[in-house]
């Protein structure tokens, strides 16, 4: 089955402490983002990804990290999480950008005290 | 001005009544893409479009590239079908995803 997992899906975590959003796709989709999406902004992206080793930033990419070391793997990483960012976030994944299909992960609610 | 704006924001229906939500965008695109979010978070692409008009099952989409607009309409809506529906164009050239607001739809039995 064709699918775009996150884990984990539920996170609260406290101010500084380190943590990673894991993403993963069995598509072998080149393209792939993080988006996160807040009451009355709606999603907005944060990294993406156009191929391994290939990465960039979205919208609102301040304090966060990504990597792309494997094709289907796309790690969202706060290095000193704040509660600025308390948050819903998803990955997508596509096989090219924005005129393919986008396939979303099931989110992970970020609650950062 | 929002690049994106979707009409109504919220939307309350009866179960079988014929639903329209709409999208203008005033970016130059390439796609347009519609979304739909359960209440549980999850989000499912719907269609994505870049001229004329798909369906799926009671699900219809059209696009007007010339009016910037695009529409999203539900026959015999279900109490299923409610969600927050979203549009989101893909710009031309960069071919990243805008997203609208949203419309909230709520189907009543």
């Known amino acids: 089955e064709a699918q775009v997992t996150q884990n984990p899906r539920y996170l609260i975590t406290v101010t500084g402490k380190k943590l990673t959003v894991t993403c993963s796709q069995n598509?072998?989709?080149?393209?792939m983002s993080w988006y996160r999406q807040d009451p009355g902004l709606g999603l907005r992206q944060i990294y993406y990804?156009?191929?391994?080793?290939?990465?960039d930033k979205g919208d609102v990419p301040e304090g966060y990290k990504v990597s792309r070391k494997e094709k289907r793997n796309f790690p969202l990483i706060l290095e000193s999480p704040s509660p600025n960012q308390t948050s819903l976030y998803f990955c997508?994944?596509?096989?090219?950008?924005?005129?393919?299909?986008?396939?979303f992960g099931p989110g992970t609610r970020l609650t950062v005290l | 001005k929002n690049e994106v704006e979707q009409s109504p924001q919220n939307l309350t229906a009866q179960e079988g009544e014929f639903i329209t939500i709409n999208c203008s965008y005033s970016?130059?695109?390439?796609?347009l893409h519609w979304l739909q979010q359960h209440p549980g978070g999850g989000i499912v692409s719907l269609f994505m479009?870049?001229?004329g008009k798909k369906k799926h099952g009671r699900l219809i989409a059209t696009i007007n590239i010339q009016e910037k607009h695009s529409s999203l309409h539900i026959t015999a809506s279900h109490p299923r079908d409610s969600a927050v529906y979203i549009c989101a164009p893909t710009r031309w050239g960069a071919q990243k995803l805008v997203f609208g607001q949203g419309t909230r739809l709520t189907i009543n039995p």
């Open positions: 479009l870049s001229s």
């Open positions: 990804s156009m191929n391994v080793e290939v990465t």
């Open positions: 997508a994944s596509s096989a090219g950008q924005g005129r393919d299909t986008q396939y």
């Open positions: 598509m072998n989709h080149e393209y």
């Open positions: 970016v130059g695109i390439s796609a």
